[in-house]
């Protein structure tokens, strides 16, 4: 089993800056890809960022050269770098990590509001 918990959520400014966080705990030798999703008001859930274990990323095509997703095996860690926030970014954003296909664990998820 994984536990993910979130943290740095909150309510900026269009334009502004937020940095998510997510701690992983218990087996988490076994997670191969960690990542962000996001789910705005009455739409579905959808990718915003992955990271392997080796480093590599993949991003969703309305964030790419705004938001950084970071890893700190170390730490069992994960961010989010959000930068030049826009409304159409405000969703809950859940982190998730990927063990295989028959284990993915989600966090209870973090509120990002963008205000115009």
């Known amino acids: 089993q994984v536990q993910l918990v979130e943290s740095g959520g909150g309510l900026v400014q269009a334009g502004g800056s937020l940095r998510l966080s997510c701690a992983a705990s218990?087996?988490?030798?076994?997670?191969?890809?960690m990542g962000w999703y996001r789910q705005a008001a009455g739409k579905q859930r959808e990718l915003v960022a992955t990271?392997?274990?080796?480093?590599?990323?993949n991003y969703a095509d309305s964030v790419k050269g705004r938001f950084t997703i970071s890893r700190e095996n170390a730490k069992n860690t994960v961010y989010l770098q959000m930068n030049s926030l826009k409304p159409e970014d405000t969703a809950v954003y859940y982190c998730?990590?990927?063990?295989?296909?028959?284990?993915?664990?989600w966090g209870q998820g973090t509120q990002v509001t963008v205000s115009s």
């Open positions: 218990g087996n988490t030798f076994s997670i191969n890809v």
């Open positions: 990271i392997s274990k080796s480093g590599n990323t």
């Open positions: 998730n990590a990927y063990v295989d296909v028959f284990r993915r664990y």
